[in-house]
């Protein structure tokens, strides 16, 4: 009796895979993926599908092997072309993670949102923080179960709602300094009244006042009265006469790429965009796109992040030359 080798020919095995899942028509498709490739393919970081696929075939079963037949394709897809139905499998299919790396995952997240409810909320009796522990705590004592589709920031905002039903905790107040006609004082003291606001300090130059107040972040973002009102920062020290120079070409660029505040539009129907970092009108939409890569609207953002005000364009000049003069003493110092 004759010995006949039985070949898998329709099998082909990988191994170290990301899997990417799609069932449809009641039939499961598979791809083979690159690990950490799927995420980037999506979020359009990786442009090549090469680098994303380990190979540019679909299966029913990649672990096995077991490449997908042509008429379910036909049947689920509309066609046989392996590329285009690898193409939507991978935009529109689940990638499927093992246990221990979603559970790194999620572990990962449940550790961020934490990190964001604690600097983001006080303890109303002692006016600090709360320690990043006793926040997971709190977290577990509501049994939080983490959403690996939503983003953290928003699941924190969610989460501090909800520790608030049950525990003294609140929300960091917002620091504000607002600067007003004297004559409209009373308008905005009865908005921070009702706004359980707290005046720090109050200060008054010639007919405009000064005032330091702290309010509910949840306030300054959902009440739209909040623009009639600017952001204010003492004016720099004089600068001296040998940067004058300087100040006049720094101010020469920064003009060429920002857009001049005016109080009236000749044609009457360009629509102005008002940039809420800079605090100014900065005009159409193009004009809006080439003021984002100003250095006065770069110059204003890292002063955001610092948690300082913003600055005019003239200030932002000033603020500038300031720092570069500041920075050649020290390289010169010893």
Known sequence: MSRILV???????????AVVRLKKHGVRFEIACYKNKVLSWRAGVEKDLDEVLQSQIVYSNVSKGVLAKSKDLLAAFGT?????????????????????ERESQLSSQFRDIATLVMQKTI???????????MIERLMHEIHLAVDPNSSSKKQALEVIRELQKHFPIKRSPMRLRLTIPEQNFSSLLEKLNSWNSSIIS?????NQLSIICEVD???????????HYDDHEDMPPSLPKDTSDS???LSER?????????????EGELKQNKCSTCNALVGDAKQYREHFKSDWHKHNLRRKTRQLPSLTADECMADVDMGDSKADLKEYSF
């Open 7 to 17: 070949q898998p020919i329709g099998q082909k095995r990988l191994t170290n895979v």
């Open 123 to 133: 303890n109303p009796e002692t006016q600090r923080p709360y320690t990043i522990s």
């Open 247 to 249: 100040v006049a070409r």
């Open 80 to 100: 046989d072309d392996q590329t285009k139905v690898c193409l939507e499998i991978l935009g529109k299919g689940e990638l499927q993670v093992a246990g221990k």
């Open 217 to 227: 972040p949840g306030y300054f973002r959902r009440d739209t009265d909040m623009d």
């Open 254 to 266: 920064i003009r060429k790429q920002t857009i001049s505040v005016t109080s009236e539009n000749p």
């Open 202 to 206: 109050k200060d008054e130059s010639g």
